[in-house]
């Protein structure tokens, strides 16, 4: 089973306002990391937050993490047309192997 | 544009055929990562190379034939692939495979198998 799964599954909202997504996972880890893909891209990655730190914020982008419950939210303020994308988290969990959660397909009316 | 490069685009292929992907950075990154996406799912780790040597398999069928020839290339040889396998496929690499480490992605081939 997915290590990381997230919800929602989709999401639309127009220009400007706020998107939340958030990650769930199973087992103890390292570090979260979040991606976007755009269609017919590659995965960009976007921020990391190690198991110790509880927030993180990288221009837009702000993610939490809560170890305790198992959970990270990543949330995109004043979103753009341009932020539509899926978006990914990542743990890691064993050196060198990251296992990516379902994914949340953002879109971003203008 | 991505600094890990993927060729071909895109291909297509028939089940009997014999053809390979290849990926290249030049970022001086010593861990390569292979991975295989299928439409609207997350990436799943095929294979990783820590300093040219495969770390990891993640029991991927035989038919699927990693090479690293050198720290700034990655190939995936392809033989004998079923539907099943098209996908797109994605390279990845990183500063190295100890964790905590970002991982640059390419573009990926889209693999179509007749």
């Known amino acids: 089973s997915q290590q990381g799964e997230e919800d929602p599954q989709a999401l639309s909202i127009q220009e400007g306002e706020n998107a939340t997504m958030n990650c769930s996972y199973k087992?103890?880890?390292?570090?979260l990391q979040w991606y976007r893909q755009n269609s017919g891209r590659g995965l960009v990655h976007l921020i990391l937050?190690?198991?110790?730190?509880r927030e993180k914020h990288s221009g837009r982008l702000r993610v939490t993490l809560d170890t305790s419950k198992k959970s990270s939210s990543l949330l995109i303020t004043a979103s753009r047309a341009a932020d539509t994308a899926s978006y990914f988290c990542?743990?890691?969990?064993?050196?060198?192997?990251?296992?990516f959660g379902d994914g949340t397909t953002l879109t971003v009316k203008p | 544009d991505t600094e890990v490069t993927q060729t071909p685009k895109h291909l297509v292929m028939g089940m009997t055929n014999k053809k390979s992907l290849k990926c290249e950075q030049h970022?001086?990154?010593?861990?390569m990562y292979w991975y295989k996406q299928k439409a609207k799912k997350p990436p799943e780790l095929m294979f990783v190379?820590?300093?040219?040597?495969?770390?990891i398999n993640e029991s991927v069928p035989s038919r699927f034939s990693p090479e690293c020839p050198n720290s700034s290339l990655l190939n995936l040889h392809l033989h004998a692939l079923q539907p099943e396998d098209s996908a797109l496929y994605l390279c990845?690499?990183?500063?190295?495979?100890?964790?905590?480490?970002?991982?640059?992605f390419g573009d990926g081939t889209r693999l179509s198998i007749l």
């Open positions: 990542a743990t890691d969990t064993n050196a060198g192997k990251s296992t």
């Open positions: 970022m001086g990154h010593r861990a």
């Open positions: 087992t103890s880890i390292n570090n």
């Open positions: 937050i190690r198991s110790n730190e």
């Open positions: 190379y820590s300093y040219e040597k495969l770390s």
């Open positions: 990845a690499s990183s500063q190295d495979s100890a964790g905590a480490i970002p991982q640059h």
